[in-house]
T-cell receptor, first 114, second 113 residues
Framework: DVKVTQSSRYLVKRTGEKVFLECVQD?????MFWYRQDPGLGLRLIYF???????EKGDIPEGYSVSREKKERFSLILESASTNQTSMYLC?????????????FGDGTRLSIL | AQSVTQLGSHVSVSEGALVLLRCNYS??????LFWYVQYPNQGLQLLLK??????LVKGINGFEAEFKKSETSFHLTKPSAHMSDAAEYFC???????????FGSGTRLQVQP
């Protein structure tokens, strides 16, 4: 079974802090994704990566950046955290380039910015 | 561009009753369609997917969905609800050259005893 591990389940930070959310997958998947989940809005794509050091913006990239230095690890960075970034963040991975590939999700990080 | 509409943000059924969760999509190309379930404080788990072939797709936990191209729908059904089915369900679509999924806003299923 694929395992996608997010480093923290709950995180509390202050406005203006630089915040790192870490995600690791153990199945040599090519693609990795970061979504944020808000009530009534479903999941919205922040960034994704299809290879090491490669990244593409999703639908809501403003205020975020990402890093993928190794294939198994994909980090989401909040450069200067703001209260409107309080949300549930979900990491996912999928095997190959094909769009018919299902995504495998971590358990999420619930981030509160005070 | 592709989009997904899930009708009904909350659905409540009695235990043993039919579950029907609605999903309509828009896509300029034949889509790939997915249903995911999210239990409290957990990530999303794949229930089933449609890629090609048979339009009636069976998934885990007794769920199934039917791809109807003429209606641009992919509704999720289960003949008999169980208490353990209480969760949030998300429909998602891909297939226009973007590897990421586009999700609907979710439907929270409540199962009454």
């Amino acid at each position: 079974d694929v395992k996608v591990t997010q480093s923290s389940r709950y995180l509390v930070k202050r406005t203006g802090e630089k915040v790192f959310l870490e995600c690791v997958q153990d199945m040599d998947h090519e693609n990795m994704f970061w979504y944020r989940q808000d009530p009534g809005l479903g999941l919205r794509l922040i960034y994704f990566s299809y290879d090491v050091k490669m990244k593409e913006k999703g639908d809501i990239p403003e205020g975020y950046s990402v890093s993928r230095e190794k294939k198994e690890r994909f980090s989401l960075i909040l450069e200067s955290a703001s209260t409107n970034q309080t949300s549930m963040y979900l990491c996912a991975s999928s095997l190959t380039r094909g769009e018919n590939q299902p995504q495998h999700f971590g358990d999420g990080t619930r981030l509160s910015i005070l | 561009a592709q989009s997904v509409t899930q009708l009904g943000s909350h659905v409540s059924v009695s235990e043993g009753a039919l579950v029907l969760l609605r999903c309509n999509y828009s896509s300029s190309v034949p889509p790939y369609l997915f249903w995911y379930v999210q239990y409290p404080n957990q990530g999303l788990q794949l229930l089933l997917k449609y890629t090609t072939g048979a339009t009636l797709v069976k998934g885990i936990n007794g769920f199934e969905a039917e791809f109807k191209k003429s209606e641009t729908s992919f509704h999720l059904t289960k003949p008999s609800a169980h208490m353990s089915d209480a969760a949030e369900y998300f429909c998602a679509v891909s297939g226009t050259g973007r590897r990421a999924l586009t999700f609907g806003s979710g439907t929270r299923l409540q199962v009454q005893p």
